[in-house]
């Protein structure tokens, strides 16, 4: 059973920065592709990035220059550095992890961003 959990969510100014952590449980090395989505209230959940197996990378336009993922397969977690953060981003963002050859996809609980002042 595959399990993701988000954490390093939170209330940070416009301007600030955020990372979020996405932990994986069971083996990272076989996941296809790994993302970030976000959902804004009232709104259809967006894909923010995601990062391939081969390391190569996808930014929604929104985010690009100012957000960034990656992953430590040792660590077996996933993270999204997000860098002037907007109050447009504020959002609950989910992980995904999508496996290969009809293995599925899965989701986290979700971590609740607010960008305020």
């Known amino acids: 059973q595959v399990q993701l959990v988000e954490s390093g969510g939170g209330l940070v100014q416009p301007g600030g920065s955020l990372r979020l952590s996405c932990a994986v449980s069971?083996?990272?090395?076989?996941?296809?592709?790994m993302g970030w989505h976000r959902q804004a209230p009232g709104k259809q959940r967006e894909l923010v990035a995601r990062?391939?197996?081969?390391?190569?990378?996808t930014y929604a336009d929104s985010v690009k220059g100012r957000f960034t993922i990656s992953r430590d397969n040792a660590k077996k977690t996933v993270y999204l550095q997000m860098n002037s953060l907007k109050a447009e981003d504020t959002a609950v963002y989910y992980c995904?992890?999508?496996?290969?050859?009809?293995?599925?996809?899965?989701w986290g609980q979700g971590i609740q961003v607010t960008v305020s002042s």
């Open positions: 069971g083996s990272i090395f076989s996941i296809n592709i």
């Open positions: 990062i391939r197996s081969g390391g190569e990378t």
């Open positions: 995904n992890a999508v496996y290969p050859n009809g293995g599925g996809s899965y």
